[in-house]
């Protein structure tokens, strides 16, 4: 996971042109979250009398970045009348906010392996059945400014996919609530979102792929950009179906 937070980072910062001093700092405060979460939960407060606190910290991290990654679909839409900001403030901020939901992924491992497998099953089933209903009955440019290749036939194959796939993992897994389709749902958008957000940093600085460290396939950015934006809205969906 480091390893991995690492090398989105660092691909996001030559995208951006944001400078590697910047790009340290910021890392080093992401990463130092879990670390002093864990500090605290083992030498400050070992009955856990903290643990509301934490999770309500976590649940006002998710909040935050998903009104990040809503403030990126304007951006997607408005492409390239609008742009991100080239400060340096906010490449940090974006950075911080992309790369945060990562943590949330080692939170979500530890209370239920099943449903970090269902987040996996939405991202990539969207992707990958977006692909091939793209190729079968693509028309229509999704974001013609951005990404020539996406359509809206692909993104609506891609979302019924999910669908399926979410209602055999709740069959197989016994988790008969139908609300975890409309998370499956809104969730696969914000995967689609995330990949779109991606593509204006490679449009403005003229790159096809974010990286090369995956022959043939691209970065590690190119690969993690639809988890990345989906991932806090999951994760509140799940705080609502069970806690609420």
Do not use: C
Request: aromatic share 14%; no cysteine; proline share 4%.
């Amino acid at each position: 996971m480091l390893i991995a937070g690492v090398t989105v980072g660092y691909e996001f910062a030559k995208l951006s042109k944001m400078p590697l001093i910047l790009l340290g700092l910021t890392l080093t405060l992401i990463w130092a979250m879990p670390f002093s979460t864990y500090y605290i939960m083992v030498f400050v407060d070992p009955n856990q009398n903290l643990i509301i606190t934490l999770a309500l910290f976590i649940v006002a991290m998710m909040v935050i970045s998903v009104v990040f990654w809503l403030k990126n679909l304007y951006l997607v839409i408005n492409y390239p009348n609008k742009k991100p900001s080239n400060s340096a403030l906010n490449k940090a901020v974006s950075l911080f906010l992309l790369l945060t939901p990562m943590l949330s992924l080692l939170f979500i491992h530890s209370f239920d392996i099943d449903l970090l497998i269902l987040l996996f099953i939405i991202v990539w089933g969207a992707d990958t059945f977006a692909y091939f209903s793209g190729k079968a009955f693509g028309k229509n440019k999704l974001a013609p400014n951005l990404s020539g290749g996406k359509t809206i036939e692909g993104v609506v194959g891609g979302l019924v996919g999910v669908l399926l796939m979410t209602g055999v993992w709740m069959v197989i897994t016994e988790n008969l609530n139908w609300e975890f389709l409309i998370l499956a749902f809104i969730t696969g958008i914000f995967s689609v979102i995330g990949d779109l957000y991606e593509s204006i940093y490679k449009r403005e600085a003229g790159a096809k792929d974010s990286g090369n460290i995956l022959p043939g396939h691209g970065g590690l950015f190119d690969r993690l950009d639809g988890l990345l934006a989906a991932t806090p809205v999951f994760m509140l969906g799940i705080f609502y179906l069970t806690t609420l």
